[in-house]
């Protein structure tokens, strides 16, 4: 059973929109620990915090802040992997297992996109993190697995791998979809919902309005 009540260890604050919703802000007030993602940091010191980590190769950090917390930015230059993953990465090498990224969506579509999908990776590294939007949540999932929802709730399941994927308690039926946008728009029709599949998928939770 996937639940829907996460709680981090950690938080990664990455370079998109600042949240506003009133879950993320929550995560981001009661986080214990604080990466920033480079420009991210701006944002958030300029709010009144004070990140753990600031870790990028500093090209979106203003000058300003790049001399007052010069102790905790950590470069990395590595241009395989985006400075989401540099942040997770780190988090993980420092023993953290659950893990929330937030501000990961808004301004360039494609960095959205790239960031989302980057989940399964984190997944498959045997790490558990969610992306966590103003909208809703990101869960990357393995095989059959059982999500809790409210009736109503609207869900999307995004396929990468999955095979033989069979849905139960949702409104539409699944099929090994082939493009994006053919498992969105779903619907919970009671408390919790299955998926039935061998393979690596990614479903959305839209919050309850």
């Not at 590595?78 to 990465?89: P, R």
């Not at 990961?104 to 939007?133: C, F, P, Q, W």
């Not at 909208?135 to 059982?146: D, E, L, R, S």
């Not at 946008?181 to 029709?189: H, I, K, R, S, V």
Request: glycine share 8%; proline share 4%; net charge negative.
């Amino acid at each position: 059973m996937i639940n829907e009540q996460f709680i981090p260890e950690a938080v990664v604050l990455a370079n998109g929109e600042y949240p506003t919703a009133p879950l993320p802000l929550k995560i981001l007030k009661e986080a214990k620990f604080v990466i920033c993602c480079d420009g991210a940091a701006n944002e958030y010191i300029a709010q009144g915090h004070i990140p753990d980590i600031i870790i990028g190769d500093g090209d979106s950090l203003s000058s300003a802040n790049k001399e007052r917390f010069f102790s905790i930015i950590h470069h990395i230059s590595d241009q395989e992997t985006n400075d989401q993953t540099k942040a997770v990465y780190f988090l993980k090498e420092k023993g953290f297992h659950k893990i929330a990224i937030l501000g990961a969506t808004g301004k360039r579509e494609d960095h959205t996109l790239g960031n989302i999908s980057l989940l399964i990776d984190y997944m498959r590294s045997d790490l558990e993190v969610r992306t966590i939007t103003d909208y809703g949540v990101f869960i990357p999932a393995q095989h059959t697995q059982t999500f809790t929802s409210q009736p109503g709730q609207q869900v999307s399941i995004l396929n990468f791998s999955a095979k033989n994927l069979k849905g139960e308690g949702l409104v539409y039926p699944l099929s090994d979809f082939t493009n994006w946008w053919q498992g969105t728009l779903n619907e919970a029709l009671t408390n919790e919902f299955t998926i039935h599949c061998s393979g690596d998928y990614l479903v959305f939770l839209a919050y309850q309005i």
